[in-house]
């Protein structure tokens, strides 16, 4: 009599090795080599699968998936912090350019210049970019890291004037997490907070942008999708694909650090991010659908103290689902699996 749970074994058995060679599939089908470059004119950060440009070495992020296939043009990703600028407003929304500094540092600029160092660490490769000193004595600094695998990073996030302590993964294959430090600001009588402008868009405008529940919309008539992301503890911006399958993401946590001279904290301080129409190109986003298309998004700080440092962490990602190995494995597993339940209920 045939023993099915013999067959169940070998099924087991056989899914943990295609596990395994999928692994090593990845491995040897990989094009990157982790890490922080220079070339072309521009910085290169890598993970396995995923690529970062900045260009000219400014926090002009493009990004896309690695393609294992020969041939096949990837999307490419656009997130590029433009302008920083201090708020004078009610509240931490950008509700219109007006509510900006007329003193504006572009950070896109070909007179701002950024110096490039990296570090070398038992589970990653760091690469910063730092700024020119700014005339108001201030430095704007990103700090990449490239994680050789996986990590879990614990952070305690003030949400409503409750401490919440919460654990999120960075995946070293398709993840980038980047740290915007803001040092030695002095703020300007009346000032209420402090913006980052920045541009957001996929380059052929092919893919469907979507804001999380916590990204506010100070645009007259637009309405959010209804399904849009909801996370406590994230705020973000997705791409959707033409299949309406979500391609990468940029998220950030909802509270930023602020430290003092001996890198003691100091306090933590909410983060307000709103989108509009409006922005400091007026160019962006011609003939295109706002809140579809492009945004431009609006990250807005407290006034958190003149001389501080403050420190907020994003991330990007690229969904491994668009690779074609990762496809060709999955659908190769599914196969193996119908076909053993096959043999078992022929059995029988």
Same mark, same amino acid.
């Given at each position: 009599?045939?023993?099915?749970?013999?067959?169940?074994?070998?099924?087991?058995?056989?899914?943990?090795?295609?596990?395994?060679?999928?692994?090593?599939?990845?491995?040897?089908?990989?094009?990157?080599?982790?890490?922080?470059?220079?070339?072309?004119?521009?910085?290169?950060?890598?993970?396995?699968?995923?690529?970062?440009?900045?260009?000219?070495?400014?926090?002009?992020?493009?990004?896309?998936?690695?393609?294992?296939?020969?041939?096949?043009?990837?999307?490419?990703?656009?997130?590029?912090?433009?302008?920083?600028?201090?708020?004078?407003?009610?509240?931490?929304?950008?509700?219109?350019?007006?509510?900006?500094?007329?003193?504006?540092?572009?950070?896109?600029?070909?007179?701002?210049?950024?110096?490039?160092?990296?570090?070398?660490?038992?589970?990653?490769?760091?690469?910063?970019?730092?700024?020119?000193?700014?005339?108001?004595?201030?430095?704007?600094?990103?700090?990449?890291?490239?994680?050789?695998?996986?990590?879990?990073?614990?952070?305690?996030?003030?949400?409503?004037?409750?401490?919440?302590?919460?654990?999120?993964?960075?995946?070293?294959?398709?993840?980038?997490?980047?740290?915007?430090?803001?040092?030695?600001?002095?703020?300007?009588?009346?000032?209420?907070?402090?913006?980052? /402008?920045?541009?957001?868009?996929?380059?052929?405008?092919?893919?469907?942008?979507?804001?999380?529940?916590?990204?506010?919309?100070?645009?007259?008539?637009?309405?959010?999708? /209804?399904?849009?992301?909801?996370?406590?503890?994230?705020?973000?911006?997705?791409?959707?694909?033409?299949?309406?399958?979500?391609?990468?993401?940029?998220?950030?946590?909802?509270?930023?650090?602020?430290?003092?001279?001996?890198?003691?904290?100091?306090?933590?301080?909410?983060?307000?991010?709103?989108?509009?129409?409006?922005?400091?190109?007026?160019?962006?986003?011609?003939?295109?659908?706002?809140?579809?298309?492009?945004?431009?998004?609006?990250?807005?700080?407290?006034?958190?103290?003149?001389?501080?440092?403050?420190?907020?962490?994003?991330?990007?990602?690229?969904?491994?689902?668009?690779?074609?190995?990762?496809?060709?494995?999955?659908?190769?597993?599914?196969?193996?699996?119908?076909?053993?339940?096959?043999?078992?209920?022929?059995?029988?």
């Amino acid at each position: 009599m045939f023993n099915t749970n013999k067959i169940l074994l070998v099924g087991v058995l056989t899914i943990l090795i295609m596990s395994s060679i999928s692994t090593s599939f990845l491995v040897s089908a990989k094009k990157n080599d982790p890490g922080v470059n220079n070339r072309e004119g521009s910085t290169f950060i890598e993970t396995d699968f995923l690529s970062m440009k900045l260009h000219e070495g400014k926090p002009d992020m493009m990004f896309w998936l690695v393609n294992s296939s020969e041939g096949k043009k990837m999307p490419v990703f656009h997130v590029s912090f433009t302008h920083i600028a201090e708020l004078f407003g009610d509240d931490l929304l950008v509700h219109n350019m007006g509510e900006l500094s007329d003193k504006a540092f572009n950070l896109a600029s070909s007179s701002f210049d950024w110096t490039l160092t990296k570090e070398s660490l038992t589970n990653e490769v760091r690469g910063t970019i730092t700024s020119d000193t700014l005339d108001n004595g201030a430095t704007i600094s990103f700090v990449f890291h490239v994680y050789l695998e996986d990590v879990l990073i614990t952070e305690e996030i003030n949400e409503t004037n409750t401490i919440i302590t919460t654990t999120y993964q960075i995946k070293s294959v398709s993840e980038i997490k980047f740290d915007i430090i803001v040092d030695n600001w002095t703020f300007s009588p009346e000032a209420t907070g402090l913006v980052f /402008a920045v541009k957001v868009h996929e380059l052929a405008y092919k893919h469907r942008i979507q804001a999380s529940d916590g990204v506010n919309v100070t645009e007259d008539g637009y309405e959010k999708p /209804a399904n849009a992301t909801k996370n406590e503890n994230k705020h973000g911006i997705e791409f959707y694909d033409e299949s309406d399958r979500r391609s990468s993401y940029f998220t950030w946590v909802p509270t930023a650090q602020v430290y003092d001279s001996e890198y003691s904290i100091v306090s933590d301080v909410n983060v307000t991010s709103s989108m509009n129409n409006d922005g400091f190109d007026e160019d962006f986003g011609n003939g295109k659908k706002f809140g579809k298309d492009f945004i431009n998004l609006f990250l807005s700080y407290p006034n958190y103290g003149d001389g501080l440092k403050m420190v907020h962490d994003p991330k990007i990602g690229i969904d491994l689902g668009l690779n074609p190995v990762v496809i060709v494995v999955a659908v190769a597993a599914g196969i193996t699996l119908v076909a053993l339940v096959a043999v078992v209920v022929k059995r029988r």
